[in-house]
């Protein structure tokens, strides 16, 4: 089998998530098609790149929690945000962000910075999304253009 060497990945809009050179190569793989049980990645089965990557994601994903960007960012302390989440399942009702202004760990503007800031990060996470899908796209019209298999 030819070994196949791969240099100056552009990983920038992957850093957010700390996502390695392995796993963007095994989910681009996986995302057409191009994985199965015996694909290794520096004699590590694929499948495990790609869990890290989906694993990676996801967590990212949820530290974009308003409590966790509140903690995160040292506007609250984890107890704080324990004892709102513990209001918040006696009141199911009532969000997060107005629990910590209840109990005044928070001021309405401040809930409303970090909530514009969560709202950016979740949109350029769409717009990644929406990236990797358009570049599927071309790669696959291509191929068919050129009937590159």
Known sequence: MKKVVITGINTNMFNPFCAEEE???ANALSDEGLI???TKINNIPAAEFCKLFSTKRNAYNKSTRLGNLLVTNSIITNPQLQDALEFQQKNSEQKIGS?????GFCT??????VLTTQNQIRQDMEELDLL???ITAIKKKLSNYFNVE
């Open 23 to 25: 796993e963007l190569i």
């Open 36 to 38: 199965d049980s015996n």
């Open 99 to 103: 629990i910590l202004i209840r109990l």
């Open 108 to 113: 309405t503007d401040t809930i409303n910075n």
């Open 132 to 134: 990797v899908e358009k």
